[in-house]
T-cell receptor, first 113, second 113 residues
Framework: NAGVTQTPKFQVLKTGQSMTLQCAQDMNHEYMSWYRQDPGMGLRLIHYSVGAGITDQGEVPNGYNVSRSTTEDFPLRLLSAAPSQTSVYFC????????????FGPGTRLTVT | DQQVKQNSPSLSVQEGRISILNCDYTNSMFDYFLWYKKYPAEGPTFLISISSIKDKNEDGRFTVFLNKSAKHLSLHIVPSQPGDSAVYFCAATSMEYGNKLVFGAGTILRVKS
């Protein structure tokens, strides 16, 4: 049981480039979410999904796209990277309807130059 | 405007003494609160939670206290150990808020041996 996995661990992009951050979970959790962590800001919700085919925006969705074609995978796409998107990105999952406790992946550190 | 605030960016405590981490919230809809612990280069891990129907929840060395009238919660760690050195995030949510977690900015705890 690997839990929540994220790839890559580190990434450097140039302004304007696009990329996809991968997230997968093997716990059959319905709910998955993406957060970004910035100094002094805590973790802020970017997008979330309550099940395959259903996604919604969080607090800071601009510049990011998501899709959920399977229960296991929840990729985050940066459409045109900007220096303001330099951050550490965490994916998380939990079972719907039981508790609010989320399980987090190890994170992806992204730098946009 | 931050709905969950951790006003102390850092806290330093001697090994064996009590660590008290504080968290304030502004949204009266929140009725469930969680504490997460984060080591460098890892994802946050769930520590302890409390529902608004309780004012205290204990798990080993960790106790969370909730004061609903003051919209304040605190995490007590007794006794503190060097391995407790980490960033601690407070989070809040409710069904009315769509079960989304709102995080504070975090407090860095250093336990000196």
């Amino acid at each position: 049981n690997a839990g929540v996995t994220q790839t890559p661990k580190f990434q450097v992009l140039k302004t304007g480039q696009s990329m996809t951050l991968q997230c997968a979970q093997d716990m059959n959790h319905e709910y998955m979410s993406w957060y970004r962590q910035d100094p002094g800001m805590g973790l802020r919700l970017i997008h979330y999904s309550v099940g395959a085919g259903i996604t919604d925006q969080g607090e800071v969705p601009n510049g990011y796209n998501v899709s959920r074609s399977t229960t296991e995978d929840f990729p985050l796409r940066l459409l045109s990277a900007a220096p303001s998107q330099t951050s550490v990105y965490f994916c998380a999952s939990r079972r719907q309807g039981t508790s609010y406790e989320q399980y987090f992946g190890p994170g992806t550190r992204l730098t946009v130059t | 405007d931050q709905q969950v605030k951790q006003n102390s960016p850092s806290l330093s405590v001697q090994e064996g003494r009590i660590s008290i981490l504080n968290c304030d919230y502004t949204n009266s809809m929140f009725d469930y609160f969680l504490w997460y612990k984060k080591y460098p280069a890892e994802g946050p891990t769930f520590l302890i939670s409390i529902s608004s129907i309780k004012d205290k929840n204990e798990d080993g060395r960790f106790t969370v206290f909730l004061n609903k009238s003051a919209k304040h919660l605190s995490l007590h760690i007794v006794p503190s150990q060097p391995g407790d050195s980490a960033v601690y995030f407070c989070a809040a949510t409710s069904m009315e808020y769509g079960n989304k977690l709102v995080f504070g900015a975090g407090t860095i705890l250093r336990v000196k041996s």
